[in-house]
């Protein structure tokens, strides 16, 4: 569903903590670490930085509704990155 990331000046990733603060009523969350590539992102202005496109490993969030569920469902995550600067994500999902 999503890939939080977090990298320095030098492209490499500085770390970082992610939690959940809401928690889906109607579903349930999964995380797990992957290879990714650090893309052009909401905080860059002009959309890229020198960065884009390198590897890095990100924390990979996926939601799976409860069986049988439709509807909406919806939660709320932070990151915190290793700089110390906080991001709060929440998701609004429509289950068909």
Same mark, same amino acid.
């Given at each position: 569903?999503?890939? $939080?990331?977090?990298?320095?000046? %030098?492209? &490499?990733? %500085?770390?970082?903590? +992610?939690?959940?603060?809401? /928690?889906?009523?109607?579903? /349930? ?5 992957? !290879? *990714? @590539?650090?893309?052009?992102? @909401? ?13 890095? /490993?990100?924390? &990979? +969030?996926? =939601?799976?509704?409860?069986?049988? =569920? ?7 995550? &932070? ?5 110390? *600067? @906080?991001? +709060? !994500?929440? $998701? ?5």
């Amino acid at each position: 569903m999503h890939h $939080y990331r977090s990298w320095g000046p %030098n492209c &490499e990733g %500085n770390g970082g903590v +992610v939690r959940l603060l809401t /928690k889906p009523q109607h579903g /349930k969350l999964t995380t797990r670490t992957v !290879d *990714s @590539r650090i893309e052009i992102n @909401r905080f860059a202005r002009g959309g890229g930085t020198p960065c884009t496109g390198r590897p890095i /490993k990100a924390f &990979e +969030v996926n =939601y799976r509704s409860n069986p049988g =569920y439709h509807g909406p469902d919806s939660f709320t995550i &932070e990151m915190i990155t290793g700089r110390g *600067s @906080r991001d +709060v !994500d929440t $998701y609004s999902i429509t289950v068909q």
